[in-house]
Protein backbone atom coordinates (compact mmCIF):
# COMPACT_ATOMS: atom_id res chain seq x y z
CA UNK A 1 0.00 0.00 0.00
CA UNK A 2 1.31 3.09 -0.95
CA UNK A 3 0.99 5.79 2.06
CA UNK A 4 2.90 9.15 3.19
CA UNK A 5 2.81 10.07 6.70
CA UNK A 6 3.65 13.20 8.01
CA UNK A 7 5.16 13.99 11.65
CA UNK A 8 6.38 16.32 13.83
CA UNK A 9 3.49 18.96 14.18
CA UNK A 10 2.79 20.56 17.25
CA UNK A 11 2.01 23.75 19.29
CA UNK A 12 4.67 26.23 19.51
CA UNK A 13 5.34 30.04 20.26
CA UNK A 14 5.98 32.32 17.84
CA UNK A 15 9.69 32.39 16.77
CA UNK A 16 10.43 28.85 17.81
CA UNK A 17 11.49 26.20 15.48
CA UNK A 18 10.30 22.44 14.47
CA UNK A 19 11.39 19.94 11.51
CA UNK A 20 8.29 18.23 10.14
CA UNK A 21 9.12 14.32 8.64
CA UNK A 22 7.53 12.68 5.77
CA UNK A 23 8.20 9.01 5.53
CA UNK A 24 6.67 7.00 2.47
CA UNK A 25 6.05 3.17 2.86
CA UNK A 26 5.17 0.75 -0.02
CA UNK A 27 7.18 3.14 -2.38
CA UNK A 28 10.24 4.94 -2.73
CA UNK A 29 10.80 9.02 -3.05
CA UNK A 30 14.05 8.03 -4.69
CA UNK A 31 12.40 9.30 -8.50
CA UNK A 32 10.04 11.74 -7.49
CA UNK A 33 10.04 15.74 -7.02
CA UNK A 34 8.45 16.21 -3.60
CA UNK A 35 6.46 18.88 -1.99
CA UNK A 36 4.76 20.29 1.17
CA UNK A 37 1.87 21.91 2.01
CA UNK A 38 -0.33 23.66 4.44
CA UNK A 39 -3.98 24.58 4.72
CA UNK A 40 -5.65 26.65 7.43
CA UNK A 41 -9.25 26.25 8.60
CA UNK A 42 -11.56 28.18 5.63
CA UNK A 43 -8.21 28.59 3.41
CA UNK A 44 -7.14 26.64 0.12
CA UNK A 45 -4.40 24.29 0.07
CA UNK A 46 -0.93 26.75 -0.05
CA UNK A 47 2.53 24.92 -1.32
CA UNK A 48 4.80 25.94 1.15
CA UNK A 49 8.21 23.94 -0.67
CA UNK A 50 9.06 21.74 -3.16
CA UNK A 51 12.39 19.73 -3.66
CA UNK A 52 13.55 18.11 -6.88
CA UNK A 53 13.91 14.52 -7.25
CA UNK A 54 18.07 14.47 -6.60
CA UNK A 55 17.89 16.95 -3.75
CA UNK A 56 19.79 19.58 -6.11
CA UNK A 57 16.95 22.05 -6.16
CA UNK A 58 14.66 23.55 -3.91
CA UNK A 59 11.44 26.06 -4.51
CA UNK A 60 10.09 28.08 -1.18
CA UNK A 61 7.06 30.27 -1.39
CA UNK A 62 7.64 33.61 -1.10
CA UNK A 63 5.43 33.62 2.98
CA UNK A 64 8.29 31.17 4.35
CA UNK A 65 11.43 32.09 2.19
CA UNK A 66 14.43 32.65 4.37
CA UNK A 67 12.91 30.94 7.30
CA UNK A 68 11.78 27.11 6.01
CA UNK A 69 14.19 24.45 4.34
CA UNK A 70 13.11 21.41 2.41
CA UNK A 71 15.32 18.37 2.72
CA UNK A 72 15.44 14.94 1.64
CA UNK A 73 17.31 11.51 2.77
CA UNK A 74 16.41 8.93 -0.01
CA UNK A 75 18.08 6.34 1.85
CA UNK A 76 15.38 6.67 3.91
CA UNK A 77 12.87 7.59 1.88
CA UNK A 78 12.07 10.75 4.17
CA UNK A 79 11.41 14.55 3.19
CA UNK A 80 12.29 16.92 5.97
CA UNK A 81 10.82 20.77 5.98
CA UNK A 82 12.65 22.83 8.71
CA UNK A 83 10.34 25.50 10.00
CA UNK A 84 12.51 28.82 11.73
CA UNK A 85 11.11 31.94 13.23
CA UNK A 86 7.95 30.69 13.09
CA UNK A 87 5.00 32.93 13.15
CA UNK A 88 1.30 32.64 13.98
CA UNK A 89 0.52 32.38 10.29
CA UNK A 90 1.93 29.47 9.46
CA UNK A 91 -0.77 27.48 11.31
CA UNK A 92 -2.11 24.74 9.48
CA UNK A 93 -2.22 20.94 8.68
CA UNK A 94 1.47 21.01 6.77
CA UNK A 95 0.81 17.71 4.32
CA UNK A 96 3.30 16.08 1.86
CA UNK A 97 3.03 14.97 -0.99
CA UNK A 98 5.00 13.00 -4.15
CA UNK A 99 5.18 15.00 -7.75
CA UNK A 100 3.22 13.68 -10.42
CA UNK A 101 4.59 11.17 -13.26
CA UNK A 102 5.25 12.98 -16.19
CA UNK A 103 5.12 16.49 -14.86
CA UNK A 104 8.57 18.42 -15.26
CA UNK A 105 10.47 19.13 -12.30
CA UNK A 106 11.11 22.73 -13.77
CA UNK A 107 7.25 22.88 -13.75
CA UNK A 108 7.14 21.66 -10.09
CA UNK A 109 9.24 23.53 -8.68
CA UNK A 110 7.97 26.59 -10.93
CA UNK A 111 4.67 26.88 -9.08
CA UNK A 112 3.68 24.26 -6.18
CA UNK A 113 0.52 23.72 -6.82
CA UNK A 114 -1.60 21.06 -5.64
CA UNK A 115 -2.72 19.75 -9.27
CA UNK A 116 0.96 18.49 -10.04
CA UNK A 117 1.05 16.54 -6.92
CA UNK A 118 -0.53 13.24 -5.83
CA UNK A 119 -0.14 10.31 -2.88
CA UNK A 120 -1.56 13.02 0.02
CA UNK A 121 -0.22 12.09 3.30
CA UNK A 122 -3.02 12.76 6.14
CA UNK A 123 -1.09 15.85 7.72
CA UNK A 124 0.48 17.00 10.54
CA UNK A 125 -1.13 19.81 12.37
CA UNK A 126 1.23 23.17 13.33
CA UNK A 127 -0.17 25.17 15.84
CA UNK A 128 2.08 28.87 16.27
CA UNK A 129 0.80 30.60 18.91
CA UNK A 130 1.50 34.87 19.37
Known amino acids: QLQLVESGGTLVQSGGSLRLSCTASGFTLENRAMAWFRQAPGKEREGVAC????????AYADSVKGRFTITRDNGKNTVYLQMNSLKPEDTGLYYC???????????????????????WGRGTQVTVSS
Open 97 to 119: ATGRRGRPEATMLDYIHPADFAN
Open 51 to 58: ISSSGSAA
